[in-house]
């Protein structure tokens, strides 16, 4: 497309986003009304439309294409502090009636929740940001799979190892949301998220290995380039084969950037309001311990340009905001929402459905020098099963990764079990690498863990 035409399509879809954008105002505004004249003390309104591409490929032949659109609308009311919602996908002012009549009915005969309510009108946002967002993809079918094809070939290529593929996949994402309430707040925005995947099979006289790679971002020409992601994923499958069991030990455990997230994932877990409130966290009252090394920094920033967790408010209205969680090790913030800060006896910290950018501040050592200073260990690059529990704490995972000896990776290994208790492991963090992988809402480089126990043979 010559950039004519492409300038001309971007401010075509821009203007077609911003028709529909005020579109879903004037529905949320209609629900709002018919609430408040149907008796409510309070009302909130969420309003959303997406429309997306999705397709596969596998062994060169395309598998599935989806053009999906998708729209629907949340209503929750207030009668005093009785609550009642309700939704729909029908978006006509005769549905949209109704769906507020039946949430004003549910609530009129909810049971009083004495911390139900809309956030205080003070913590909504106000200036919002410009997050650029929204970045469309001017993708037809045929390039999506021109673009799936480059992947899947790159990675078949690579090697005469790689004899099967679980195929490439692209996913193109726009959508437009809108959130209001009866303290006045009435704002939307639209958003883009666009990524290609791909994952191969490789065989060997020790067995067979899959592995994968993708990319994701806002903006289609932040993606790394299908060539590369198929490579990648062929080149990690390889690098699987003749993998190893091991004895059980204890050592040391390097866990990669792309699953070390996952640490942090239990983290955001443990000082969540809801589990706060019902007492089934290992980190209740833990505010103000020091659960980390000091050196440990862990923040939000949720106004970066283009983050994939990017947000100028949560899912309530408050205004997001840069802050600390956890500074010199120190436990310094939960993740609430209002209902959850109330529960507690405190304010809102602007997580209503969830964190965002979560950032683990990297250290000044690479992966390679994390291995070489690890010497004797494990490094852990896939996790499998759901073996954590929040409530105590205790961890155990199924694993595969690699066999450290001397500072040098050894063999691949696979079928055994890392353990430990997560207060345990957040204390004896020993480095964070500077390898930081950003295609997520949480950001962090591969983290080393001092000594954990390994359940092999």
């Known amino acids: 497309m010559s950039d004519s035409k492409s300038s001309e399509a971007e401010t075509n879809t821009n203007s077609g986003q911003r028709a529909k954008l005020e579109s879903l105002e004037a529905l949320t505004r209609f629900c709002l009304d018919q609430a408040m004249k149907q008796g409510a003390s309070a009302a909130e309104v969420g309003c959303s439309a997406d429309q997306g591409l999705s397709l596969t490929v596998r062994l060169g032949e395309v598998e599935t294409i989806e053009h999906h659109r998708s729209q629907g609308l949340g209503v929750t009311v207030y009668y005093g502090q009785r609550k009642g919602s309700a939704s729909t996908t029908d978006l006509s002012e005769r549905a949209l009636a109704e769906t507020v009549s039946a949430a004003c009915r549910i609530a009129r005969h909810g049971a009083e929740d004495p911390c139900a309510g809309l956030p205080e009108a003070e913590l909504l946002a106000k200036d919002i940001p410009e997050l650029d967002l929204y970045h469309p993809w001017a993708l037809d079918a045929e390039q999506g799979i021109e673009l799936a094809l480059a992947c899947e070939?790159?990675?078949r290529s690579y090697s005469e190892a790689i004899t099967n593929s679980e195929g490439a996949s692209l996913n193109a994402f726009e959508g437009v949301r809108v959130l209001g309430n009866s303290l006045g707040f009435l704002h939307g925005y639209a958003s883009s998220r666009?990524?290609?995947?791909?994952s191969v099979i490789g065989e060997s006289?020790?067995?067979m290995q899959r592995d994968d790679w993708w990319t994701v971002a806002r903006d289609p020409a932040e993606l790394e380039a299908a060539e590369a992601v198929g490579r990648k994923a062929a080149e990690r499958t390889v690098r699987r084969l003749g993998a190893q069991g091991l004895s059980t030990r204890q050592c040391p455990v390097l866990f990669a950037a792309d699953v070390a997230s996952s640490l942090l994932g239990h983290l955001v877990a443990a000082i969540r309001g809801g589990n706060l409130y019902r007492k089934s966290s290992f980190l209740l009252d833990a505010l103000g311990q020091r659960i980390f090394p000091a050196f440990v920094h862990i923040h939000e920033l949720p106004h970066l340009p283009r983050g994939l967790g990017s947000a100028p408010y949560d899912a309530e209205g408050v205004a997001t905001r840069a802050r600390d969680l956890v500074r010199n090790g120190v436990l310094e913030s939960y993740v609430l929402s209002t209902y959850s800060a109330r529960k507690l006896g405190m304010q809102t910290t602007g997580n209503a459905g969830?964190?965002?950018?979560l950032i683990l501040d990297p250290g000044n050592e690479d992966f390679d020098t994390l291995v070489r200073r690890m010497g004797t260990g494990l490094i852990v690059t896939e996790l499998l099963g759901q073996g954590v529990n929040i409530v105590t704490g205790d961890y155990s995972r199924g694993a595969a990764g690699y066999w450290v000896e001397n500072g040098e990776i050894r063999f691949p290994v696979e079928e055994f079990?890392?353990?430990g208790n997560l207060r345990d492991m957040f204390?004896?963090?020993a480095a964070v690498g500077n390898d930081v992988d950003?295609?997520?809402?949480?950001?962090t480089g591969s983290i080393l863990i001092e000594s954990m126990t390994v359940a092999g043979n």
């Open 354 to 357: 969830g964190v965002h950018n």
């Open 427 to 429: 204390g004896h963090i």
């Open 153 to 155: 070939n790159a990675a």
């Open 194 to 198: 666009h990524s290609l995947s791909c």
């Open 438 to 443: 950003l295609r997520g809402n949480i950001r």
């Open 417 to 419: 079990t890392i353990a």
């Open 205 to 207: 006289e020790g067995g």
